[in-house]
């Protein structure tokens, strides 16, 4: 079973430029999730979807973040424009949304550096 | 104050020898689960295993158990026969319901694993 896809693996920008990234999670599952790993961090949940509707996006940074996900499949993030502190990576996670035991798969992440 | 606190930020263990990885958590809900994950240099975050706050037994998978003891508020992942491959950021996470109806996956601050020949 192929797991959660995520492209770029890095992306080095300067400062007020924008940025995407794209997710594909594992097949069937219900539940996408973005996070950003600051270094040094654990990972802090930016948006949550169920199927292609928000269930939680409480922490994302809504001037400058954006994410969706149309057809309830893949999923992209944007920052436009970005900030030095932004430099994070960024994850994807999927999960089947259901059940006591549901377990979140991540993606390899994509490194962002903001020059 | 913190939900997921993971003391020791550094490790060094023996090749072979067991190692205790420690998370203390602090939750009101009655029903959670508690995760580990492991990060290893590449960065992807790699399932270990779960405990339910209902279950009664410690979970195990081949080489890790969790050490659960929930007056405590304790889940520590014991790793058996520590190999070099081991060598990784260990976070300890923690699914509770949250304001917005859907279930929450926090995270500690990881604790780093070395493993020395």
């Known amino acids: 079973e192929a797991g959660v896809a995520q492209s770029p693996r890095y992306k080095i920008i300067e400062k007020r430029q924008s940025v995407a990234f794209w997710c594909n999670p594992i097949s069937g599952h219900a539940t996408l999730y973005w996070y950003q790993q600051i270094l040094g961090q654990g990972p802090k949940l930016l948006i949550q979807?169920?199927?292609?509707?928000?269930?939680?996006d409480s922490q994302l940074p809504k001037d400058r973040f954006s994410a969706e996900r149309l057809k309830g499949v893949d999923s992209t993030l944007k920052i436009q424009p970005a900030k030095l502190e932004d430099s994070a990576v960024y994850l994807c996670?999927?999960?089947?949304?259901?059940?006591?035991?549901?377990?979140?798969?991540f993606g390899p992440g994509t490194r962002l550096t903001v020059l | 104050a913190q939900k997921i606190t993971q003391t020791q930020p550094g490790m060094f263990v023996q090749e072979k020898e067991a190692v205790t990885l420690d998370c203390t958590y602090d939750t009101s809900d009655p029903s959670y689960g508690l995760f580990w994950y492991k990060q290893p240099s590449s960065g992807e975050m790699i399932f270990l295993i779960y405990q339910g706050s209902y279950d009664q037994q410690n979970a195990t998978e081949g080489r890790y158990s969790l050490n659960f003891q929930k007056a405590r508020k304790s889940a520590n992942l014991v790793i058996s026969a520590s190999q070099l491959g081991d060598s990784a950021m260990y976070f300890c996470a923690m699914r509770e319901n949250s304001n917005f109806g859907n279930e929450k996956l926090t995270f500690g601050t990881g604790t780093r694993l070395t493993i020395i020949p």
């Open positions: 996670a999927s999960s089947l949304g259901r059940g006591t035991t549901d377990t979140q798969y």
């Open positions: 979807f169920q199927n292609n509707g928000v269930v939680d």
